[in-house]
């Protein structure tokens, strides 16, 4: 007879929740104004606006580094944004989305010591269609 243990995690904070809500309807505001077929860059520079207009604290382009052997190690890892310092925002303009994306998010969250991340890809005819919520 095998046991298997489930892992339980502490529930996602309210005030974290609300800032990844509010950052979702930045990011459908953002898609319905001006659709797919952008760089990601344009969404990000747009997105970054709506947020700050939403007076949230956000970073685009944030430097992540790398611990290694207690070494902080700069290996290029950006953050498109981080949002109140609560919630990670992937950003993507392509045709398909591949599991890379998700690892990605998934390295960020996990060396930023976020819980709560978004990967969006603008790049689809109803924006609900390309978000995918990450929690670790």
Known sequence: MSHQTAIKFSPIPPEVERTGKICLDAAFKVHSALGPGLLESAYEKVLLYELTQRELP???????????????????????????????????????????????????????????????NFNVTHLKNGIKRIVV
């Open 58 to 120: 956000v970073e685009a382009q944030k430097i992540l580094p790398l611990i290694y052997d207690n070494i902080q190690i700069d290996a290029g890892f950006r953050m498109d944004l981080l949002v109140g310092n609560c919630v990670v925002i992937e950003l993507k303009a392509v045709e398909r989305m591949i599991p890379l994306f998700d690892a990605q998010l998934l390295t960020y969250l996990k060396l930023s010591g976020v819980r709560l991340g978004y990967l969006i």
